[in-house]
């Protein structure tokens, strides 16, 4: 079980996005994810017909790594650290440290 999953809200800690939010697209292999509008970056774009792709140069969003975000914590506004408990039907779930909410509806 990840600590950062697809469709979470995180603010970026470090980097030159550093404060900015956006919300995680995919979770990649190796502990990086994708978020929202972080980490724009230029590419130039050969066009390609067959898979009806223009050529030019187009911004996309590249991967960042998972410790450079935290989860946003909507009850302080701040990002905050997550961890694990286990509920009493058995299921576990994230919960905030900073006041132990559960993340996991």
Do not use: C
């Not at 950062?4 to 970026?12: L, M, Y």
């Not at 994708?34 to 996309?60: A, D, S």
């Amino acid at each position: 079980m990840k600590k950062i999953r697809k469709g979470d809200d995180v603010i970026v800690i470090t980097g030159k996005d550093k404060g900015r939010r956006g919300t995680v697209l995919r979770s990649l292999e190796g502990d990086r994810v994708l978020v929202q509008n972080i980490n724009m970056v230029k590419k130039h774009q050969k066009p390609n017909p067959n898979m009806g792709r223009t050529g030019g140069i187009i911004e996309k969003e590249m991967p960042i790594d998972v410790s450079n975000v935290m989860l946003f914590n909507p009850a302080t506004a701040k990002g905050d650290r997550v961890s694990f408990k286990t509920l009493e039907d058995g299921r576990k779930v994230r919960v905030f440290r900073s006041n132990g909410e559960v993340v996991d509806a």
